[in-house]
């Protein structure tokens, strides 16, 4: 999978939260042990068609793999990229 940075992660954080997944990114960065999970059509569905398509491409996946990979991978990354709930703001 391509790499994220810190910031990028931040970004699509609050992006997925201002689509409606305020409760499960909340999940993931707070201290709580429990992740909510997320599919790959939510993901879809919030982040910009464009982004997934670039990002898909790079990694030699269709978008939906993609995204569906990115659904199961981004509660633990981003659970662990935000330790006591800071979201990431820097590299």
Do not use: F, H, Y
Not at 5 to 19: C, F, H, I, N, S
Not at 53 to 82: H, Y
């Amino acid at each position: 999978m391509a790499e994220i940075k810190t910031t990028e992660l931040g970004q699509m954080l609050v992006e997925l939260a201002r689509a409606g997944l305020a409760d499960q990114v909340g999940s993931w960065i707070s201290d709580d042990t429990d992740n909510s999970p997320v599919t790959g059509e939510q993901l879809r569905s919030a982040l910009p068609e464009e982004v997934l398509r670039e990002a898909a491409e790079e990694a030699g996946m269709t978008v939906e793999e993609l995204a569906d990979q990115l659904a199961r991978e981004l509660p633990t990354i981003a659970d662990a990229l935000t330790p006591g709930g800071e979201l990431p703001g820097g590299d």
